[in-house]
């Protein structure tokens, strides 16, 4: 039989800090295919995620289907907006949530891998982040800065990843991202420069497939997924009314589930992927094919 076999791959998922979002569900199917799972947790947000965890909020969600629990084996502070502890801001530092987690840029996240688990500890690289502080403001009136912030956590952060981590892969080895389409079609709503950041997204995973294939022989490649009602996207403000439309309007009508999108992480992250990279991989009912919304009296 063709199974999906990660027994003996670690892998680091970067953007964990509930069990509400794409992050998490990928971190269950890798562990499902027998992966052992690191992940990178924004520090704000660390506190409450080891709390959750700790009292045992978590515990059915984690609940893997051989009756295993996902279990992370480390869990690391990760600002992703930071190559280097030095590029933090003074305020960042000090702040109470950052100053007693060590090194929270990437920078600090390589260090530890390796000085946890040696030379090349990682195979798989999920990059499940995003962040854009002006999201809910229209392009037009998006500032200078919340743009650039925007782009630079959801966009940037990748090469800066793949910078840093590409060496601590191990042969095979394979970077995947989430974008979503308002990088290439208009979503009413999806501001703050983040369609920006999803267009950056994609065309830099094409751009580093082909470099670190070359120098690393990994593969780079990125989900395009359906709207998910996960905490990042319940910023936006309207995601209730983004996953009914869909629903609505999709080649395949049922919702889209997170774990879809953790079962297709965990094929392109395997070696069934091997021949598979620079892919943008759409895991959103059929959605993106559609050139118009469905009229209310037929469904066909
Ligand atoms: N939910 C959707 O509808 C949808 C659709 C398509 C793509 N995506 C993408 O999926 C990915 C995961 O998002 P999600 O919707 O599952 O939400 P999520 O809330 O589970 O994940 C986002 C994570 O990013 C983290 N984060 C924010 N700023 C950070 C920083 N500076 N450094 C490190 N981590 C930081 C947050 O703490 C959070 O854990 C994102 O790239 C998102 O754009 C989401």
């Known amino acids: 039989m063709l199974t999906i076999d990660l027994t003996g791959k670690r892998a680091l998922v970067a953007g964990v800090a509930d069990d509400g979002g794409y992050g998490f569900a990928i971190a269950k199917s890798l562990a ?6 690191v992940v990178g947790t924004w520090p704000p947000a660390l506190n409450i995620f080891l709390n959750l965890l700790e009292r045992g909020k978590m515990d059915e969600s984690r609940r893997i289907s051989d009756g295993r629990m996902l279990e992370f084996e480390r869990i690391y502070p990760l600002d992703a907006a930071y190559d280097t502890l030095a590029d933090a801001p003074d305020d960042v530092r000090t702040n109470k949530r950052y100053k007693e987690t060590g090194d929270f840029s990437i920078a600090g996240l390589a260090e530890r891998l390796t000085s946890d688990f040696g030379d090349r500890p990682l195979d798989i690289l999920i990059h499940s982040l995003a962040n854009a502080p002006e999201v809910r403001k229209p392009l037009l009136e998006v500032s200078r800065g919340g743009y650039l912030a925007a782009v630079s956590v959801s966009a940037y952060s990748l090469i800066g990843m ?3 981590l590409a060496p601590l892969l191990r042969e095979g080895g394979s970077v995947l991202s989430l974008t979503y389409m308002a990088s290439e079609r208009v979503i009413p709503g999806y501001g703050g420069g983040m369609s920006s950041a999803k267009a950056a997204l994609e065309s830099d995973t094409r751009v580093l497939a082909f470099e670190a294939g070359r120098k690393h ?7 395009s997924a359906g709207p998910w ?5 319940s910023a936006i403000g309207i995601i ?17 589930n997170a774990d879809d999108v953790g079962h297709v992480a965990a094929f392109l ?6 021949g598979i990279t620079g892919t943008v991989v759409y895991v959103d009912k059929g959605y993106h094919t559609m050139g118009m919304g469905v009229l209310e009296q037929s469904s066909h």
């Open 32 to 37: 499902e295919a027998g992966a052992s799972v």
């Open 162 to 164: 793949v910078q840093r």
């Open 217 to 223: 022989g990994i593969r780079v490649n990125t989900i």
């Open 229 to 233: 009602a996960s905490r990042a996207a």
């Open 240 to 256: 209730g009314a983004m996953v009914d439309y869909v629903s609505h309007n999709a080649p395949l009508t049922e919702p889209l």
């Open 269 to 274: 992250s395997s070696p069934l992927a091997a």
